[in-house]
């Protein structure tokens, strides 16, 4: 007998964490499935967290993980369509999978909302008024990162170890081909260089997102080029506060042995970072907001109304996209941001 992925009662057996969610839905509640690539992500939860909350006393949420396969992904969506969802949240795993998701999609009358990782935009262009993507733009993130690098660099002139002029940097990026991974690591390069900072590259590596890789990548770096480190850049908190503890067992952050470290998402273990003095600065990654955009969307979707930016509280661009603004956050103002990632 064939397995069944989705009934209400498993879907809440999926998140039994969040009590937000309900075993039974009223006749007048829409189905929404929402697909989640990783359950791991540490950002991603909060992104589920926001959405589960929107969604309370509006819709039945049936919501899956990936596990990060793609296969998996399929999967799920051609179970979420036979259970008779109204509307799809996809967080792809393959962002270039998303014309493939898209189609099953269609071929059932099912409108789509894609949400964090943006699919190619000739696949945003195959369902016009069906279709939305929410989402953050990158290369933005990159360049906040950059300049509170590039503010610690001016203004601290010890920060030049060796004296050359250069700042030498090691990076921790995360997945390849993920879109936030290459615009990341190549605008805050660019913001550095925008701000005449002469830069070298002494290493890099993928640490997929995730603190134990971070720590596992930087303990090479430091074997390897420790000597040669004057700032390590991260494409997000998770891969930053892994290479703090790399760097904390080395010995840094102690009797003025320092070096700066930047990351995006400003989550609470990296806000608290912050506090501590171990990470010099995050970008916000606003998870409260684009959950509540992405569920909106998919909330007006299925009920047949067409989404407009007044009707989900969030400006539609081109007819198919949200972009959730990021915000610089240090020293100066992390603490507001502790508010700010409460769920409400």
Known sequence: MKKRFLIPA????????????????????????????????????????????????????????????????????????????????????????????????????????????????????????????????????????????????????????????????????????????????????????????????????????????GRILMSSFLTSVGDRIEAVIANNDEMALGAIEALKAAGFFKEGKYLPVISVDATPPALQAIEEGTLLGTVFNDSTSQGKAAFNLAYLLAQGIHPTSKAIGYTITDDCYVWIPYQSVDRKNFKAFLEKRKVN
């Open 10 to 213: 498993f879907a809440m057996a999926l998140v039994v964490a969040f009590s937000l969610l309900r075993l039974h839905r009223q006749p007048s509640e829409p189905t929404i499935g929402c697909i989640i690539y990783r359950r791991d992500d540490v950002y991603m939860n909060y992104l589920k967290q926001s959405i589960i909350a929107t969604a309370k006393d509006k819709a039945q949420l049936l919501i899956v993980n990936s596990n990060g396969s793609q296969s998996m992904q399929n999967q799920q969506i051609e179970e979420l369509l036979q259970e008779g969802v109204r509307t799809l949240m996809i967080n792809p795993v393959d962002r270039s999978a998303a014309g493939a998701e898209l189609e099953k999609a269609k071929k059932a009358d099912v409108p789509v909302v894609f949400f964090n990782k943006e699919p190619y935009p000739e696949d945003m262009k195959k369902w016009p008024e069906k279709v939305y993507y929410v989402g953050s733009k990158a290369e933005t993130s990159g360049m906040m990162s950059g300049q509170i690098l590039a503010d610690y660099w001016k203004n601290n002139p010890k920060a030049d170890l060796n004296g050359d002029g250069k700042l030498q940097y090691v990076m921790l990026k995360g997945e390849t081909g993920h879109q936030d991974t290459e615009l990341r690591s190549k605008y805050v390069i660019r913001c550095l260089r925008g701000n005449g900072i002469a830069v070298q590259k002494v290493a890099e590596g993928s640490a997929y997102w995730e603190r134990n890789e």
